[in-house]
């Protein structure tokens, strides 16, 4: 089944505690984006990947690294959680050519207190 | 500064009903404008979408309305049913280069039919 995976589904952590969320997708798509969803505020670009090696900042990186060293993987990492960072993420991914159409993970529920 | 503004933010239509929500849109350069449904625990899912050259399209009893010169585009869903309960979030993107990476979403619509 294609699809995209994020581990883990939900997550309680403490502030300052090195967390990643791992994303990997079985389509071979190029394109892959992290997005942050909060109450009132839609969905947020994060960070985005063209390609293997080659991402780029979204609408709202600050406290987010991403890494890309392999075309299914996209993990995301929180250096040093904050309360802030609390929220729902969403890996997707998309095919190059393709307008529009990502595929989205079932999303991450992250608490950090 | 929020380039997709999305309307209502909750919406309660009677089964049978027209649902129908708004969004505009400001960054000229947009020309791909998606229509994403979620259900609750799941990712968003796209629903439809449209390119500027059309003011319509149809799918089922789903249909994209497009106004070019008003920097505007609606989601109308005919004929509404419970199943159609979810949260939908408009959305629009450059369609090539540079800015076809970025999806920028409006904040969403949560949509109630009731029987």
């Known amino acids: 089944e294609a699809q995209v995976t994020q581990n883990p589904r939900y997550l309680i952590t403490v502030t300052g505690k090195k967390l990643t969320v791992t994303c990997s997708q079985n389509m071979n798509h190029e394109y892959m984006s992290w997005y942050r969803q909060d109450p009132g505020l839609g969905l947020r670009q994060i960070y985005y990947s063209m390609n293997v090696e080659v991402t780029d900042k979204g609408d709202v990186p600050e406290g987010y690294k991403v890494s890309r060293k392999e075309k299914r993987n996209f993990p995301l990492i929180l250096e040093s959680p904050s309360p802030n960072q609390t929220s729902l993420y969403f890996c997707a991914s998309r095919r190059q050519g393709t307008l529009g159409g990502y595929t989205f993970g079932s999303g991450t529920r992250l608490t950090v207190v | 500064q929020q380039q997709v503004k999305q309307s209502p933010q909750s919406l309660i239509v009677q089964k049978g009903g027209i649902s129908i929500i708004n969004c505009a849109y400001e960054n000229t350069a947009f020309d791909y404008f998606p229509w994403y449904q979620q259900f609750p625990g799941k990712g968003p899912a796209l629903l439809i979408a449209?390119?500027?050259?059309?003011s319509e399209k149809k799918e089922g009893r789903f249909t994209i309305s497009f106004n070019k010169s008003a920097k505007q585009f609606s989601l109308h869903i005919m004929d509404s049913q419970p199943g159609d309960s979810a949260t939908y979030f408009c959305?629009?993107?450059?369609?090539?280069?540079?800015?076809?990476?970025?999806?920028?979403f409006g904040k969403g619509t949560k949509l109630s039919v009731i029987p």
């Open positions: 959305a629009a993107s450059v369609g090539s280069g540079a800015g076809s990476y970025q999806l920028t």
């Open positions: 449209i390119r500027p050259d059309v």
